[in-house]
């Protein structure tokens, strides 16, 4: 049995990527995981007692980079379908966390590889 209070990292599973980012402001956790086969994206609290999953759009085999930022997880997916073959269709698409609704950020017919988002500094 997983235990689901610790880093995917220090957990045994067969297939384990790199691929979290942590919040000390609550202790939350936000990470891709493979361990059912398929890529999903889930969040770790400490006052929940299972990941929530937060992510699942159908035949999606590749979701990376998950970053919470004002209530929102932002995240690259290739789920929409491919427009042509030899063309990469990874796209930053954003879910609600409280209702789940996924938004493609990335305009059609554009790629995003490696997205980066920043908290705005207090001046």
């Not at 999953?53 to 159908?58: E, T």
């Not at 999606?60 to 290739?78: E, Q």
Request: glycine share 4%.
């Amino acid at each position: 049995m997983a235990d689901f209070n610790r880093c995917p990292s220090q957990q045994k599973y067969k297939n384990v990527r790199e691929n979290h980012g942590f919040f000390d402001e609550d202790k939350t956790i936000i990470y891709v995981s493979e361990r059912t086969g398929l890529s999903r994206i889930y969040l770790n609290r400490p006052q929940i007692s299972k990941p929530k999953l937060i992510q699942k759009p159908n035949e999606s085999l590749f979701h990376d980079r998950p970053v919470i930022n004002n209530g929102r997880v932002y995240y690259v997916s290739a789920h929409d379908p491919l427009e042509k073959l030899f063309r990469s269709w990874l796209a930053l698409y954003s879910t609600l966390l409280d209702d789940g609704k996924i938004v493609r950020l990335t305009p059609y017919g554009s790629v995003d590889y490696s997205p980066a988002i920043y908290k705005k500094p207090q001046i």
